[in-house]
T-cell receptor
Framework: AQTVTQSQPEMSVQEAETVTLSCTYDTSESDYYLFWYKQPPSRQMILVIRQEAYKQQNATENRFSVNFQKAAKSFSLKISDSQLGDAAMYFCAYRSARDDKIIFGKGTRLHILP | DGGITQSPKYLFRKEGQNVTLSCEQNLNHDAMYWYRQDPGQGLRLIYYSQIVNDFQKGDIAEGYSVSREKKESFPLTVTSAQKNPTAFYLC?????????????FGQGTRLTVV
């Protein structure tokens, strides 16, 4: 069975600084997708960034980028120039290409310090 | 507007009663999911369905049941066998087996059992 582990329950970063959230996963599958979602206080789940396992190039979306290390089964999220609106819960997710199962980690609560 | 609708937003039930949470989508997605969110536990997968009339257990299916009679609908029943049903429940949907496609989420239902 696949698992997703986020080892940082909470993190804080100064506004305008850079922060990295960690995620590791375990799977025996070779084809899968990885995602980072953001959940603000409204509790609406918002996609931040996605990565396809067969692509070696790390995904980027404006201030958000990932460091995808397939051999190490690591998928960290880097947020540059942190803004107050980035304060939220961040969840790492794994999607199986075989059966569409999607599982999440326990999340990291990110605080932005003004 | 296309989207996923969960109703009601808040639900109260007495202990020992079954309760059904509604999830409807008009995105023409084949795959649908139910998650439970508790503080510090992230999103845990209850059930998921890839196509109509088929569904699979997730990691915490005990005490829950689902049906998938229509593509648009994936109701979740919380039975009296669920020992601690009070939680926030999220429904999601996605295109099936499409590369890199994320899940889209509803607004959630907060269930309180008294």
């Amino acid at each position: 069975a696949q698992t997703v582990t986020q080892s940082q329950p909470e993190m804080s970063v100064q506004e305008a600084e850079t922060v990295t959230l960690s995620c590791t996963y375990d799977t025996s599958e070779s084809d899968y997708y990885l995602f980072w979602y953001k959940q603000p206080p409204s509790r609406q789940m918002i996609l931040v960034i996605r990565q396809e396992a067969y692509k070696q190039q790390n995904a980027t979306e404006n201030r958000f980028s990932v460091n995808f290390q397939k051999a190490a089964k690591s998928f960290s999220l880097k947020i540059s120039d942190s803004q107050l609106g980035d304060a939220a819960m961040y969840f790492c997710a794994y999607r199986s290409a075989r059966d569409d199962k999607i599982i999440f980690g326990k999340g990291t609560r990110l605080h932005i310090l003004p | 507007d296309g989207g996923i609708t969960q109703s009601p937003k808040y639900l109260f039930r007495k202990e020992g009663q079954n309760v059904t949470l509604s999830c409807e989508q008009n995105l023409n997605h084949d795959a649908m999911y139910w998650y439970r969110q508790d503080p510090g536990q992230g999103l845990r997968l209850i059930y998921y369905s890839q196509i109509v009339n088929d569904f699979q257990k997730g990691d915490i299916a005990e005490g829950y049941s689902v049906s998938r009679e229509k593509k648009e609908s994936f109701p979740l029943t919380v039975t009296s066998a669920q020992k601690n049903p009070t939680a926030f429940y999220l429904c999601a949907s996605s295109i099936r087996r499409a590369r890199g496609t994320e899940a889209f989420f509803g607004q959630g239902t907060r269930l309180t059992v008294v």
